[in-house]
């Protein structure tokens, strides 16, 4: 059970700078070299052994039994008939309200003259071959699949390989197939982990090798992407996207069952997940403290929730323009506005992954119907990343063309560059093509 003396209110004020700073730590931030060094092991073995080492840990991790990684057709079908008409009909909502919101992402080719003569063109392309990977475990997330499936079949990414841990019988779950089955994505594998980001980033037997790595995962996930886009694999990743993490500014407007209900709905995800209630109104932290106590002991997933609000805080500041700094200063992965003026508050909160505007938006809302993409930077990488849009599965490129004339006019401007930089290479291949004779090489 969960008690008030489990979750403690924090006076912001009364902290020193280092408390503050302890105060919005991540529990999982501090990855330790032993992490490090375990998840370098299982990224080297995947390079070496390939389908061997991945069926291994597999058996290790998931399930003890299983022979086969990538679903055949037959089981496919199998597992698509377990899907309920009430399933069918919440995923298909969700995919067309997805599916809406990034196909009016789409970009378009850029062509411009810069001076006359020059003619500059920006162009995009779909990314090649994409991975995506559904975390599992202790939750199906056909939600994730529809996050990652949607963008990548409105880009048009010609293979793209879902991989996801199976259960303890061996199985993909249903509902994240049929979510593969609406997305076109025909190759699904059932692995997970390290070693299954380590799979799509050279390739094996089984699994074909991919150009870019999307979704997010636990710690152990999340180092894997970092490790293999900075080594010899060759792969990008879309952003460190780890354990969920929500942030509820509140004031005294705000209805404490609300914020309670929407804390408790990110520390469901999982133990490492964290969540933090930064509100002026110390009677509205009071509340909320007594609701989390209420509602957590009444959820399936208590253990889980109660393991997370162990890393979770609930913060009271001295003002409102103090709760915004400390908001900015955690950069959550998702934030949730539940003041007076919420629409104009939230102009002035520019560091989280997505922003839930409102008393009556949920955060829930945005993980699966509402159409924005929850797929969103965590650890505070809110600062410099963006969540997952569908420009991440293109990658763009610059044309030029310039006309003898256009040479002409721009060779001053590069000549005397070249000039400066003691690049006389870069000259005279300017040069040399004014000195020739006009349609003499």
Known sequence: MLTLQDIAITQWSQLTRSEQQATLARPEQSRSAQLKETVRNIIERIKLEGDVALLDYTRQFDCADIEQLVLDDAQKQALLAQVSDRAKAAIDKAYDNIRAFHVAQTPEDITLTTSPGVQCTLKYTALESVGLYIPGGSATLPSTALMLGVPAQIAGCKTRVLVTPPNKQGEMSPEVVYAAEKCGIETLVMCGGAQAVAALAYGTESVPKVDKVFGPGNA??????????????????????????????????????????????????????????????????????AELVTQCNALPRIDIARQALASSR???????????????????????????????????????????????????GGDYATGTNHVLPTYGYAKNYSSLGLLDFYRRYTLQEVTREGLAELAESITTLADIEGLDAHKRAVTIRLEAQEGNS
């Open 314 to 364: 609930l913060i009271v500041t001295q003002s409102l323009a103090e709760a915004v700094a400390v908001t900015q200063r955690y950069a959550p992965e998702h934030l949730a506005v539940q003041t007076e003026d919420a629409a104009e508050l939230s102009a002035q909160l520019t560091t989280a992954g997505s922003i839930f505007v409102g008393h009556y938006t949920p955060e829930s």
């Open 220 to 289: 152990f996930v999340t180092e894997a992407k970092q490790q293999l886009s900075q080594n010899d694999s060759g792969i990008s990743i879309d952003m460190p996207a780890g354990p969920s993490e929500l942030l509820v500014l509140a004031d005294d407007t705000a209805n404490p069952r609300f914020v309670a209900a929407d804390l408790l709905s990110q520390a469901e995800h999982g133990p490492d997940s964290q969540v933090i209630l930064v509100t002026p109104s110390a009677a509205v932290a009071s509340a909320v403290q």
